[in-house]
């Protein structure tokens, strides 16, 4: 029993850190440059999926879709983005945030709520407790955040 579970506890380590490690990554960056870091993060995973040479040539407007991205490339591209953040994320990922601007504001808001929460709107209770909001809930107030940019 014991030796065949052994090898999957480094792996749940590594994922583990790994979460712990984006998210203090992103605690430890000033708050105005962690959307930069976040929106690099997705850049990445984007042009690997999608086969583009380098992540500055991935359009941040342009919907993952239109560029070319399939269902098999969107498992794969979530995989990607739930490794490289350690944060368990929705299957209909691509769908709500069909680009990389509002893929980086819903990242953004998941894995740094304490930053947001200094923004008036972003100050009600549930601003930090995911597990209390919907995702349209969530899928609002990214669209409000990102009309006001």
Do not use: C, Q, W
Not at 102 to 122: F, I, K, M
């Amino acid at each position: 029993g014991a030796a065949v579970s052994a090898p999957d506890a480094p792996a749940e380590a590594r994922m583990a850190a790994s979460a712990g490690d984006f998210r203090a990554r992103v605690a430890a960056t000033a708050p105005a440059k962690r959307r930069e870091l976040i929106e690099r993060v997705v850049r990445e995973s984007a042009a690997v999926v999608l086969g583009i040479s380098s992540p500055d040539r991935v359009d941040a407007e342009r919907g993952f879709f239109d560029m070319g991205m399939d269902s098999l490339m969107a498992v794969d591209f979530k995989g990607r983005l739930e490794k490289s953040t350690g944060e368990t994320l929705p299957a209909s990922l691509t769908f709500n945030y069909p680009s990389v601007t509002a893929l980086t504001g819903y990242l953004l808001d998941l894995v740094a709520p304490a930053a947001e929460a200094a923004e008036p709107e972003a100050a009600a209770p549930a601003a930090g407790d995911h597990g209390g909001v919907s995702e349209s809930e969530i899928a609002a107030r990214l669209m409000r955040k990102l009309e006001t940019l």
